[in-house]
């Protein structure tokens, strides 16, 4: 694809993940711009564009990406649709920057991939906590040595269920399989694994354990899983998302041979590290908009400064290992 010395930004939906996490990033980097933006609903639309100063709004996808100011797109809706919009940009010549989890499958993902390949435009994945402080302070303690060889790693997710899980006429998406893949599970996992596949590579085996025992919806509300490293590392995860109040937890322990490392996902809580030096915490500090170390590299990607390599192929392993624990493959 060729450079873009401009980057004009067309999004595909405008939710909340784009009020908070990310749509303002893209106006603060150098050559980067956002000059569209679709939502179906044209109130939405209407309003994101006047509220962030963005020239048009369209609520037909293929509006949008006939706009021909437009030369890369965000989309940013539910999963099931990911594959439909990220395809259709592709196909439109325009490079791709789509939310996480790549899809609400993975063979979606492999047609993405296939896609990417046949087009040769870009496709990144919105995997950001690849690129905050907090995490590669994580890596970096890692690679250090700082707990020795690792032998094993652990992650523990539980929270209660939120208020509109208990409005059975209108759930939220992320608890429909048909539009979010599964439930919170599908949602929150992705994160959690991608960490740990970035510091520790691909994740070769992988099973697991679903339940429903809240019975607020239908999809999996509680999750075990095992799984095993290309490397050998053994790993298990256990999720909740109908737990009480006091069991609360957001957490990954690194266990190795010479010390144990600690840290949150969600909720940034300090890095603990314990090791012969005793026990030490590192309270580092994200920026505001947190996906914006990311969509800085995925730009100066597309302007031939730097190479982003969160793209569909690394993040479709994502998908593979969260079908697997969920028995879908």
């Known amino acids: 694809m060729a450079t873009m010395e401009h980057v004009r930004w067309g999004f595909i939906g405008c939710g909340e993940v784009t ?9 603060l980097i150098e050559g980067s711009e956002v000059v569209a933006v679709m939502s179906r609903r044209a109130d939405r639309a209407q309003s994101y564009a006047e509220r962030h100063g963005v020239k048009r709004w369209y609520t037909d996808p293929q509006a949008l990406l006939n706009d021909p100011e437009v030369n890369a797109v965000y989309i940013a809706t539910p999963p099931s649709t990911h594959a439909t ?8 010549g325009k490079a791709v920057y789509v939310e996480k989890p790549m899809a609400s499958n993975y063979e979606d993902c492999c047609r993405i991939n296939r896609i990417a390949e046949k087009t040769g435009v870009p496709c990144f ?7 905050l402080p907090y995490f590669i302070k994580v890596k970096d303690l890692v690679n250090s040595g700082a ?7 652990q992650i523990r997710f539980a929270v209660p269920p939120r208020d509109l899980d208990y409005n059975k006429t209108n759930l939220p998406w992320r608890v429909q399989a048909d539009i979010a893949g599964g439930g919170y599970f599908y949602d929150l996992a992705p994160h959690q694994i991608d960490l740990l596949q970035e510091m520790f590579g691909p994740i070769l085996e992988a099973e697991g354990m679903k339940a429903n025992r809240g019975g607020l ?3 999996e509300d509680s999750v075990s899983a095992c799984f095993k490293f290309g490397n050998g590392l053994p790993g298990s995860g256990s999720w909740c998302f109908v737990a009480h109040e006091s069991a609360k937890e957001d957490r990954i322990d690194i266990v190795g041979d010479k010390g144990s490392l600690s840290f ?23 920026p505001p908009y947190v996906q914006l170390p990311l969509i800085k590299l995925v730009v100066e990607h597309l302007q031939d400064k730097a190479i982003c390599t ?8 994502v998908n593979w290992v969260v079908d697997r624990i969920l028995g879908k493959l």
Request: charged letters at 20%; a positive charge; one cysteine or more.
């Open 19 to 27: 009020e908070k996490k990310s749509g303002p990033a893209f106006n």
């Open 85 to 92: 919009y990220a395809i259709m940009a592709m196909k439109s």
């Open 125 to 131: 994945v919105a995997y950001y906590r690849r690129y």
């Open 147 to 153: 707990v020795g060889k690792v032998v094993n790693v």
């Open 217 to 219: 919806y239908p999809t």
């Open 264 to 286: 949150s996902v969600f909720t940034y809580q300090p890095i603990v590290l314990q090791n012969e030096n005793g026990r030490q915490e590192f309270a580092v500090e994200n």
């Open 310 to 317: 969160c793209d569909c192929v690394s993040a479709t392993p």
